[in-house]
């Protein structure tokens, strides 16, 4: 039990972060959390010891989210509470860093699931691309792969190219014909 807090307990912050990032609500990413942790609690003993903790840990979170993104898809809209927004249409945004983040926010709710997610844990979470594959469970190259687009995607977003959210590629230039 004590390895367990000792290797465990430093990735609570990251895991949060990562379950805010992917599911954009700070309550269900706590919940998603602490269903993670309850899962490794339980799993500790069945884990593969010469496995890597922290790739392990994050493929839990990261498939217990994907869960809760499936099944809340099959919903009907999204819960909003009445004080969050009387308070953003009451108050203007005075701060460029603010809009910017919005922005940021929207761009990569614009991506894919599956190039948010590799973006997220590289850039965010600092996780090799080796690590990363693992906790996808994909090989790496689709993980290089999936991270360059999403990049890539994600700064023709920031740009405002309009095409970029609307076909997630760019438009290609109509050919003239001169004589």
Known sequence: ???????????????????????RDAAAADDLVQDCLEKVITHWDSRRHHADTRSWVFAILHNLAMTALRRHAGTS????????????LSTRATQEDALRYRDLMSALDALPAEQ???????????????DAARVLDIPIGTVMS????ARDRLQRIMEGDETATATGSPRKPALRRVK
């Open 116 to 130: 948010r997610s590799v973006l997220l844990l590289v850039s965010v979470e600092d996780m090799s691309y080796a």
């Open 146 to 149: 999936r991270l360059s687009r």
């Open 77 to 88: 809209g999204l819960h909003v509470d009445i004080d969050d927004v009387a308070e953003s």
């Open 1 to 23: 039990m004590k390895d367990l807090l000792q290797q465990v307990e430093p990735m609570i912050p990251a895991l949060r972060r990562y379950a805010r990032a992917l599911l």
